[in-house]
């Protein structure tokens, strides 16, 4: 041993003798019969009289040895000196590495200005219009199935257009060969009873059987089967959402389920809302349709995000903070109503501005937040409504958006896990595919561990999204340093300022008669979409002109009855959403009054 170490680290032996007690150094000159001299004068030296021969050989690997401690020493240095420059880097954690990405040549701060053909050549893929012809596959199985959950087996006609109170239907029933849906029982089909098949195609957009809706009949066939719960394996299948599909389909009408559907396309594209699933889920069409099954459980069942959060809104908040909603005598109602609105008024998050994507930008100032401040059901009230009015920002092929974290003085006292959860499980389980970056903008050290925790709770897709910025340089990567507001280090001159509820916004809403007129022109363009979609189904291609047709009226036809059907929203009044769905994402001024139903169309 003594040997090797003199052999390969002569200065290390030195050291180690010098700390050694005197006696191991005549030991060691008898096992070696090697003659160890040590001068009183210098005990850090280590003399050795060897043979000729050894000391020869002894060059020569020392040669050899010392060439390949160059190198590695060569090799330790450049590492060594590019790590020092990666860790000297002022207020940047080791785990910040923004990536780069596709950038427009300009930003886009006008949707209506944006050339139609600049707007087609940034569409991703897997959208409306860029599908390959697997992916149109996929949309075509995906919407048969999903017609069948509707209850929806054929062309509609005159009798059920008749029913519904509209005449908008086909004088005569559609023949098997040009109109009807293929008969054959798959899977979704048998998951009711024949009666409630039957009731299910009389239901209308508008109206539901009120006898159906109380006592549905079970399924008539175990699900795992016909093999459609069976594409989520438990690593998949985050969120019980085969549980719930199993549940939904047994507990829930064909016709709550279509009318929740269509309520939930808004202004989208609904093919564009089925590829979100899709997408989501690697193509897997049945995992695709548990998905969307579950989300529309969610919003109609859990969270009544068209029938109370948009439908009430701010203003439905500030009446129960006040105790004058209907229903609203009671404390923790109240509670909620204060909560959600303080949100709002202290600007927790909020909307404005795009990236250089063209996404819209929402903004969550962290430091604001305190654990306990607001109850659990305002916190997610108000992500829920911010996310929805966030959808309606989105148009043409920009279908996602960016969230910027701001951790300017985050704390330890600002965490809390319970919303983070739960604006995760939103856009993992219920928004899919609506995320398009988040960047987590000068997060402290102490930030770290944190992430550790909040990224083992992602979908890998999801955790590849989120950027790590220290600095405006780093940021203006993803964000126009002239869109960024100085609160973020940018040039833009513009602070947040929440503005009340203005009285009478609202009236509109009382206006049920012409309410209706306009819901049943929508569920006429629904059933005329249906239609068009199970002829496309069957191979017609003159429908996929038409399709695109209807989806362009559906959108139309929301912004008539938006205002009668949700309540006006802090980005209504501050101008950025404007009649007939016009987006202004950098209004110069707020207008004074938000429009009467007499200026709109």
Known sequence: MYLFLLNRAPNLVRVALHLSPRPSFGDLSRRTNFHVRLPVYRQTRLYLRLPASVQQLRATKRSAIGSWTVAVACVVTIVSAFLLEELSRPSSPIYITPQKHRLLAEPVTDFDDAPEAAMAESAPPGRPGTLTPEQEEKLRELWKITLKVFGVQKLHNQ???????????????????????????????????????????????????????????????????????????????????????????????????????????????????LLRFLRARKWDVHAALIMAISAIHWRDQEFHVDDDIMLRGEEGSLLDSQGKAEGANNASKERDGKDFLAQYRMGKSFLHGLDKEGRPICVVRVRIHHGGDQTVSSLERYTVHTIETARLLLRDNVDTAMIVFDMTDFSLANMDYTPVKFMIKCFEANYPESLGVVLVHKAPWIFQGIWKIIRGWLDPVVAAKVHFTSNVAEMTEFIDKSKAMKELGGDEEWEYKYVEPREGENDRMKDTSTRDEILKTREKLVKEYEDSTLLWIEGDKNQSEKRKDLATQLAKNYWQVDPYIRARSLYDRLGIMGPDGAVDFYPKEAPKEIPKDDDVD
């Open 159 to 273: 009798d059920e257009a008749q029913l519904d109170g509209a005449a908008n239907g086909r004088s005569e029933p559609a023949s098997e060969t040009t109109g009807t849906a293929p008969s054959d029982k798959t899977s979704v089909e048998a998951l009711a009873t024949p009666e409630k098949r039957k009731k299910s195609r009389l239901g209308g957009f508008l109206h539901r059987s009120k006898k159906e809706s109380e006592s549905p009949a079970p399924p008539t066939s175990p699900l795992a089967a016909d093999g459609i719960t069976d594409s989520l394996d438990g690593a998949n299948d985050k969120y019980g959402q085969n549980k719930q599909f199993r549940e939904t389909i047994a507990s829930t009408s064909p016709d709550v389920i279509r009318s929740t559907f269509w309520s939930m396309v808004k202004h989208d594209n609904p093919d564009a809302l």
